[in-house]
Every structure is written in C-alpha cells, then in structure tokens.
C-alpha cells in the first residue's frame, strides 16, 4: 500500500516570497492534517480536513498560510509571503476511522 | 500550563537498561493518548496506544493515570535502534478532535 506522498522534500527561499506543498494522502483516508514542527519541538497541527471540509484550522496564521483540499483527496499548503520563522518541516498525515496516523516523509523549509 | 508536558531529555542509557519517560497533559476531558516515535530526520510513527487498563507490547509497556494527567512509556533491556524521539499524543475525543503532540523526549542508547 502507497503511504503518504509529499512534495518537494527541500524547499529553500528568500523571506517575502511564496512556497506551496502538496499533499497526497493514503488511498480511502478521508482526514487529511497539515502539521508544522519547527526543530526541536514536536508537531503542531495547522489544519485538518475531513473529506474537503475543514475540521480544525484554529493554530493556521492565516495572513499567510492557506490550504485547500478541493477534490477531498490530495492537499494543498501554500506560504505566502514567507517569514524566518516559518522555516519547519512540513509534515502531511492522513487517517481513517481510527486515530493511527499515517505521516509523509514532510518538505523541510529553509526562509533565508 | 502546557497542553502536553514531556521532559526533552536526552535521556542516555546503556544497553540493556530500563528508562522510563512521563508525560502530563493538562485537559482533564481527553480520553485518547499514545507514543509515537521519531527517529532522527523522519517522520512520526506510531508506537502504541495507552489504554485504561496499560498495555504491553513486548519490551514497551504504556500507562495511564488519569487522576494525575499523566501517561508514561517503559522500554526494558534497551537497544540500540531504540535510540529516537518519544512523542506524547493526547487527544480530547477521536475523529474530529485534534490530536496534540508533546516537544518529544529523546533517547540515546550507548553501547
């Protein structure tokens, strides 16, 4: 079975520009969650989806993240414009009825 | 307070050796936790979930206590690949509530 795909895996900008990440879940998942873990710290959800509806989206800074998940499969995050401090990895994790999750490798943010 | 508490550790031990880590959580109404473990550059991954009751799962052993809001993890005869991160997981209910991670505790076993 196909485990939680991410994309780029690095990522290095300039602070002010944008980045996106995207997202495919494992096949059937219908919850979908973005978290973010800067180094040193443990996970910290930005956003969670249930099919295409947001469940939780309340520790997302909205100014400058957004994501979507239009079709209810795969996801999208998007930074803009980029801050120091958003330098994370960006992990992508998706679950069913359970509460296993299932995590992508993430995409590592460098902001310089 | 903290939603989720862990001692970060590092925690070095000799092979062999018992360690146990804690891990408190401050809302009295969660009802769902577990040990999720990260290696060094990788993805969460979990571990065990913590039951009422404990649970056991060969060297690992997961405890709850509900009257002082805290869960704790017991690895016995240490190995080396046991060397990672131990990420606490607490949740107030399942599905649609969002599972919150502790900063993690690590371990480093010595040969």
């Known amino acids: 079975e196909a485990g939680v795909a991410q994309s780029p895996r690095y990522k290095i900008i300039e602070k002010r520009q944008s980045v996106a990440f995207w997202c495919n879940p494992i096949?059937?998942?219908?919850?979908l969650y973005w978290y973010q873990q800067i180094l040193g710290q443990g996970p910290k959800l930005l956003i969670q989806?249930?099919?295409?509806?947001?469940?939780?989206d309340s520790q997302l800074p909205k100014d400058r993240f957004s994501a979507e998940r239009l079709k209810g499969v795969d996801s999208t995050l998007k930074i803009q414009p980029a801050k120091l401090e958003d330098s994370a990895v960006y992990l992508c994790?998706?679950?069913?009825?359970?509460?296993?999750?299932?995590f992508g490798e993430g995409s590592r943010l460098t902001v310089l | 307070r903290k939603e989720v508490e862990q001692d970060p550790g590092p925690f070095n031990v000799p092979e062999g050796a018992t360690v146990a880590f804690n891990c408190t959580y401050s809302?009295?109404?969660?009802?769902?936790f577990f040990w999720y473990r990260q290696d060094c550059r990788k993805e969460p991954k979990l571990l065990m979930s913590?039951?009422?009751s404990g649970n056991e799962d060969g060297r690992f052993t997961a405890q709850l206590n509900r009257a002082s809001q805290y869960i704790s993890l017991l690895i016995r005869d240490s190995k080396l690949s046991d060397s990672a991160t131990y990420l606490c997981?607490?949740?107030?209910?399942?599905?649609?509530?969002?599972?919150?991670f502790g900063k993690g505790t690590r371990l480093s076993v010595i040969a």
């Open positions: 994790a998706s679950s069913t009825q359970g509460l296993e999750l299932f």
């Open positions: 997981v607490v949740t107030v209910n399942s599905g649609n509530t969002p599972l919150v």
């Open positions: 809302n009295s109404a969660s009802q769902s």
């Open positions: 096949s059937g998942h219908a919850t």
């Open positions: 989806f249930q099919n295409n509806g947001v469940v939780d």
């Open positions: 913590v039951y009422s």
